[in-house]
């Protein structure tokens, strides 16, 4: 098999201009660069094809070295499905974007820069939930009964490990007790 050099050297291009272009802070860029990596993407499909041949229809009179490869052609079609629903997707991400904001560009603003610095731990400020959960085992008490899980929030956790010397919060069957 033999690979058409204008045809890679057109893959190249492509990809390298896709790549360039999804590196932008501008949504529509970033669609252009999308939409120019699943075209090189496809004729990267196509290339691995080889060249064009009988279509796959079996014949008893035809060798099998003259059919064309179906395989590849089912991959670009899926490709192009798959690029088509992500084209839908972030065209309605720059719409949205763009109601809200009237801008296409995306920004780092401080809001942005403050989550990211922060730890990864976030407690839930409604986290009391019974310790028994699960479907599998039959709990015949009341709700009201059931032994629950203490609330836990960052502020109020850190208060008491500030002032009892604890690692984090307590855990077991006494986790309740004194809260």
């Given amino acids: ?9 057109v893959m ?12 932008e802070r501008s949504l529509t860029r970033v669609l252009l660069g999308l939409m120019l990596l699943t075209n090189a993407t496809n004729l990267l499909l196509l ?14 009179d035809i060798p099998a070295t003259e059919y064309n490869d179906p395989l590849p052609q089912a991959f670009i079609l899926t490709s192009i499905v798959i690029s088509f629903a992500v084209t839908a997707f972030i065209l309605s991400l720059i ?3 763009w109601l ?5 560009h995306i920004q780092d603003d401080r809001e942005d820069r403050r989550v990211a610095a922060q730890d990864a731990f976030d407690a839930e400020e409604d986290s ?24 836990v929030t960052l502020k109020t956790t850190a208060r008491k ?4 010397g604890m690692e984090g919060p307590r855990e077991g069957p006494d986790a309740g007790a004194g809260a």
């Fill in 100 to 104: 809200l904001s009237r801008a296409d």
């Fill in 161 to 164: 490990n500030a002032a009892t």
């Fill in 128 to 151: 009391e939930i019974a310790v028994e959960v699960s479907d599998f085992h039959e709990n015949h008490q009341p709700a009201a009964s059931r032994e629950m899980i203490r609330k």
């Fill in 12 to 23: 190249g291009v492509l990809y390298a201009i896709g790549i360039y272009l999804l590196l």
């Fill in 95 to 97: 719409y949205s974007s």
């Fill in 47 to 60: 290339a691995t094809g080889g060249y064009a041949g009988l279509a796959p229809i079996f014949s008893k």
């Fill in 1 to 9: 098999m033999s690979v058409n050099l204008t045809l890679l050297l």
